[in-house]
């Protein structure tokens, strides 16, 4: 079983900058799809970014420009940098990993809290 553990949430002024990592416990994460997801109070989890094993990367159009995805694979680690943070960027950050083909098995994290005051 992959175990995903989120840090780096807290809080941060608007305007500001966090930055969110992930550690996964197995190595699948060299070859896994990696993303990160968030959910605001009353509202549907939503996806924010995505990475490929390959480091090809793809953003929500609200956060294109302000945030970065990236990943270490030699730490089993991937990265969210939020910076020109909104109050509206506030949420439970999830970090997700898909294995792909042919199993396409999907993994979560429990999730970091990002307040971002205005």
């Known amino acids: 079983q992959v175990q995903l553990v989120e840090s780096g949430g807290g809080l941060a002024q608007a305007g500001g900058s966090l930055r969110l990592s992930c550690v996964a416990s197995?190595?699948?994460?060299?070859?896994?799809?990696m993303n990160w997801f968030r959910q605001a109070p009353g509202k549907q989890r939503e996806f924010v970014a995505i990475?490929?094993?390959?480091?090809?990367?793809s953003y929500a159009d609200s956060v294109k420009g302000r945030f970065t995805i990236s990943r270490d694979n030699a730490k089993n680690t991937v990265y969210l940098q939020m910076n020109s943070l909104k109050p509206e960027d506030t949420a439970v950050y999830y970090c997700?990993?898909?294995?792909?083909?042919?199993?396409?098995?999907?993994?979560w994290g429990k999730g970091t809290l990002v307040t971002v005051s205005s």
């Open positions: 197995r190595t699948i994460f060299s070859t896994a799809i």
């Open positions: 997700n990993a898909n294995s792909g083909a042919p199993n396409w098995l999907n993994y």
């Open positions: 990475i490929s094993s390959g480091g090809s990367t």
